[in-house]
């Protein structure tokens, strides 16, 4: 007999996949998205962007769970994400 049982919330609560977008024109380097990042997904490369800022790059998006968390925590809507099930919901 199977014992396990899926949680109620599963479906809603399941990693979605998304793509990351970082707008360059907007990041300021601050570093926020990828110190809070609960996957190590983001992390800052340490090159310049026009703008003379440390720029954050994506280093495995595999890991992302589409939280959203980064998109929160940036403070210059620099980060943002595109849920690619979004015509199934
Ligand atoms: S959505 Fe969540 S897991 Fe994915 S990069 Fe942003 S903070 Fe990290
Ligand atoms: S939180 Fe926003 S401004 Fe800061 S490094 Fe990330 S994308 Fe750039």
Redesign the pocket.
Known sequence: MNLWRKPFDIDEKAPRPVKIH??ID?????????EFCPRGV?K?TGELSYKG????GVVDDGKCLGCGL?EA???????YLIYEDKELK
Do not use: Q
């Not at 800022?53 to 954050?56: G, L, N, T």
């Not at 925590?73 to 980060?79: L, N, Q």
């Open positions: 970082i707008d907007r990041c300021k380097g601050c570093g926020y998205c990828a983001l800052m800022y440390d720029m954050v980064c925590m940036c403070p210059e809507f620099g980060i």
